[in-house]
């Protein structure tokens, strides 16, 4: 049973556009939502992460929407640019971050110019 | 931000023999690093997480005698894939957890049997 579950499996956005993913979670004892991008053939790099505790964290131009009571977190990516071509993963975990992540199946993302 | 590395980047194996892949925490200590492993297009799926001292804790399905884990010290820990099969050819990422901050991944590991 997949306790992440991501959407959408790819996107297409226009430059300069926003681009949304979404990701739901079962696991009410999950406390660390964070999120990762990941460029082919590399390790996955922390973009930003939230914690129950807010609704909305915003870093740069990533902003995380997270709606405890619906079990649901997203990440918005302001003014996209080509660069941020690559594949996104939204994660949860305990422990506040310190237990293994359990990882969504991943949003590939393309920025059109 | 803190920076963990993987030894070797690549490997390419014949079927049968033991690899080992080292990931090591360059700038911070961590009591706890976890494994991962990806299959091609597909997401990372936790193996198993290694408590520095201590014995790995295994997901379920996964071979503790086929992935061997030591975590030796506060900043290295390492995965030994045994008897290594052309099914175990994969992305192995680990993860360093940096107390009251984050996981911080590495690089990868490609292995490839053939």
């Known amino acids: 049973q997949q306790q992440v579950k991501q959407s959408p499996q790819s996107l297409i956005v226009q430059k300069g556009g926003i681009s949304i993913i979404n990701c739901a979670y079962e696991?009410?004892?999950?406390?660390?939502f964070p999120w990762y991008q990941q460029f082919p053939g590399k390790g996955p790099a922390l973009l930003i992460a939230?914690?129950?505790?807010?609704s909305e964290k915003k870093e740069g131009r990533f902003t995380i929407s997270f709606n405890k009571s619906a079990k649901q977190f997203s990440l918005h990516i302001m003014d996209s640019q080509p660069g941020d071509s690559a594949t996104y993963f939204c994660?949860?975990?305990?422990?506040?971050?310190?237990?293994?992540?359990?990882f969504g199946k991943g949003t590939h993302l393309i920025i059109q110019p | 931000g803190a920076v963990v590395s993987q030894h070797p980047s690549r490997v390419i194996c014949k079927s049968g023999t033991s690899v080992k892949i080292e990931c090591r925490s360059l700038?911070?200590?961590?009591?706890?690093m976890f494994w991962y492993r990806q299959f091609p297009k597909q997401s990372l799926m936790l193996m198993a997480t290694?408590?520095?001292?201590?014995?790995?804790?295994?997901e379920q399905g996964v071979e503790k005698d086929k992935f061997l884990i030591n975590h030796a010290s506060l900043t290295l820990s390492t995965l030994t894939v045994t008897s290594a099969h052309p099914e175990d050819s994969s992305f192995y990422i680990c993860?360093?957890?940096?107390?009251?901050?984050?996981?911080?991944f590495g690089p990868g590991t490609r292995l490839t049997v053939l």
């Open positions: 939230i914690r129950p505790d807010v």
């Open positions: 696991n009410t004892a999950f406390d660390y």
């Open positions: 994660a949860a975990g305990g422990g506040g971050g310190a237990d293994g992540l359990t």
């Open positions: 290694s408590n520095e001292g201590s014995k790995a804790t295994y």
């Open positions: 993860s360093a957890w940096k107390d009251s901050d984050t996981q911080y």
């Open positions: 700038d911070f200590q961590a009591t706890t």
